[in-house]
T-cell receptor, first 110, second 113 residues
Framework: KNEVEQSPQNLTAQEGEFITINCSYSVGISALHWLQQHPGGGIVSLFMLSSGKKKHGRLIATINIQEKHSSLHITASHPRDSAVYICAAYSGGGADGLTFGKGTHLIIQP | KAGVTQTPRYLIKTRGQQVTLSCSPI?????VSWYQQTPGQGLQFLFEYFSETQRNKGNFPGRFSGRQFSNSRSEMNVSTLELGDSALYLC????????????FGPGTRLTVT
């Protein structure tokens, strides 16, 4: 069974700062998802990675398959980025489906 | 395209009752997954359906079951409800299994009293 660890659990930063959220997993995966959840529960998929790096606007996601590690970066952070960020790993087949990290609660102060 | 819809949005049930939740995926998506979210355990995978077949099942008791219809709509059922089943139940649809981008519905908030 895959174990997914995220750090930090909580992060408070000032507007404009560069943000990094880390995700580690214990077994090989087919895909790594980064999700954003706002208060009220709605979840939005930010990225799905199997290798390398993806960029969308101010968000960048990277994955290192050998080190079993992924990072989510936010450049020029803004208060509207305040949310819970969750990584989820998919090992492929079997009983696991997606295995989720506990999430990183991010607050960007103006 | 319309997004993923879930009904009902809120539900209050009593211990011992059973409940059925519904999920309509994005048009053209053949995969539907179900997740449970609680403050203590976070998000946990329940099951994943593709073309009416259950492809994966998470570590939940047999009281939790689901199915997918030919139009890709999915239902999940929880029988003999327990207080610990109180949670936000989310479904997500995608074009394929979990190697594809997941599109989440708004969730059904279930409270068991």
């Amino acid at each position: 069974k895959n174990e997914v660890e995220q750090s930090p659990q909580n992060l408070t930063a000032q507007e404009g700062e560069f943000i990094t959220i880390n995700c580690s997993y214990s077994v090989g995966i087919s895909a790594l998802h980064w999700l954003q959840q706002h208060p009220g529960g709605g979840i939005v998929s930010l990225f799905m990675l199997s290798s390398g790096k993806k960029k969308h606007g101010r968000l960048i996601a990277t994955i290192n398959i050998q080190e079993k590690h992924s990072s989510l970066h936010i450049t020029a952070s803004h208060p509207r980025d305040s949310a819970v960020y969750i990584c989820a790993a998919y090992s492929g087949g079997g009983a696991d489906g997606l295995t989720f990290g506990k999430g990183t609660h991010l607050i960007i102060q103006p | 395209k319309a997004g993923v819809t879930q009904t009902p949005r809120y539900l209050i049930k009593t211990r011992g009752q059973q409940v059925t939740l519904s999920c309509s995926p994005i048009s053209g998506h053949r995969s539907v997954s179900w997740y449970q979210q609680t403050p203590g355990q976070g998000l946990q995978f329940l099951f994943e359906y593709f073309s009416e077949t259950q492809r994966n099942k998470g570590n939940f008791p047999g009281r939790f079951s689901g199915r997918q219809f030919s139009n890709s709509r999915s239902e999940m059922n929880v029988s003999t409800l327990e207080l610990g089943d109180s949670a936000l139940y989310l479904c997500a649809s995608s074009q394929g299994l979990s190697t594809y981008e997941q599109y989440f519905g708004p969730g059904t908030r279930l409270t068991v009293t």
